[in-house]
């Protein structure tokens, strides 16, 4: 992913409204553009949710990694005075 600017296709947005409406996600609005549904804001709370839960997943598991990492670390460390 880019940071850099970049004018899209007005076509492919277009597109991907059209089949949202089809879908029930969106639907015209009395001004001319497009609102979410009740069964839109539902689904998009629904990937909300899951992509929190993935996310705290993985925080967990680099958390674990990182206390492996410090045990082992302090364990090389013991055996090095050991040695000396």
Same mark, same amino acid.
């Given at each position: 992913?880019?940071? &850099?600017?970049?004018?899209?296709? /007005? ?20 001004? /001319? /553009? ?10 998009? !709370? ?7 839960? &993935? ?9 674990? *990694? *990182? ?5 082992? !670390?302090?364990?090389?460390?013991? /055996?090095?005075?050991? !040695?000396?």
């Amino acid at each position: 992913c880019t940071n &850099v600017f970049c004018k899209s296709s /007005g076509k492919i947005a277009r597109y991907v409204l059209q089949q949202l409406e089809e879908m029930g996600l969106v639907e015209q609005a009395e001004d /001319g /553009g497009r609102v979410i549904t009740k069964e839109g804001q539902r689904e998009l !709370d629904t990937v909300a949710v899951q992509a929190a839960e &993935v996310e705290e997943q993985e925080e967990e598991e680099r958390e674990a *990694a *990182a206390r492996r990492a410090r045990a082992l !670390d302090a364990h090389w460390e013991r /055996g090095l005075r050991f !040695d000396e």
